[in-house]
């Protein structure tokens, strides 16, 4: 029990922050009138599928939580289910299981393009932080899989890259952010 509150603390904590951080910039931001191009409607389409890949990615670590054996996982599903044993929760955790670097890789590569096509909006901290925390997973994801990487450093990208929190502030920096410029 103390993991889920850890993780909930957490999550309302970098809410809170948010929102305070939120509701300093929100009525300072110039109107965001964007002028709908081609090359934005084509970025927006990359968000579109970068949310959906880190839902792809973050719902592979929710399912593991969920099967998997452990503290968190038997406050997730009580005791009398076990979830493990179906074989449709077994496969689809294999097939994430062998795509996830890939839709990582897509994932990096989609939100870049998403920046790229519709511009950073540096002046708005929550985007070059989610920007930062991508490159971060990545970064570490990519130190997991490389095969010149030593010992010591893939069990501290291990550390690094399975961090669930990581996820929570992408989450979360990512909403706040798009509804300061999307209003």
């Known amino acids: 029990m103390k993991n889920l509150k850890g993780i909930l603390i957490f999550t309302a904590s970098v809410s809170l922050v948010s929102f305070?951080?939120?509701?300093?910039?929100?009525?300072?931001?110039?109107?965001?009138?964007?002028?709908?191009?081609f090359l934005s409607e084509v970025g927006e389409f990359f968000g579109t599928l970068g949310v959906w890949a880190l839902v792809i990615i973050y719902g592979r670590t929710l399912l593991k939580l969920a099967i998997g054996k452990g503290g968190l996982a038997q406050r997730l599903?009580?005791?009398?289910?076990?979830?493990?044993?179906?074989?449709?929760?077994?496969?689809?955790?294999?097939l994430l299981n062998r795509t996830h670097i890939y839709v990582g890789i897509a994932a990096i590569a989609v939100i870049a393009l998403h920046i790229a096509m519709l511009g950073l909006h540096a002046e708005i901290l929550f985007f070059p932080t989610v920007l930062a925390l991508v490159v971060?997973?990545?970064?570490?994801?990519?130190f997991l899989t490389w095969r010149f990487s030593p010992q010591e450093l893939k069990r501290a990208s291990y550390f690094v890259h399975a961090?669930?929190?990581?996820g929570?502030?992408?989450?979360?920096?990512?909403?706040?952010g798009h509804l300061v410029i999307d209003d």
């Not at 979830?83 to 294999?94: D, N, R």
């Not at 961090?163 to 990581?166: A, D, H, M, P, R």
Request: proline share 7%; hydrophobic share 45%; no cysteine.
């Open 168 to 176: 929570i502030m992408i989450g979360i920096f990512s909403l706040f």
């Open 77 to 94: 599903v009580p005791d009398k289910y076990d979830v493990s044993t179906f074989p449709p929760f077994k496969a689809l955790l294999e």
């Open 136 to 142: 971060w997973q990545g970064m570490f994801g990519f």
């Open 20 to 37: 305070v951080y939120f509701l300093s910039i929100y009525q300072n931001h110039p109107d965001g009138h964007e002028r709908e191009t």
């Open 163 to 166: 961090q669930f929190l990581t």
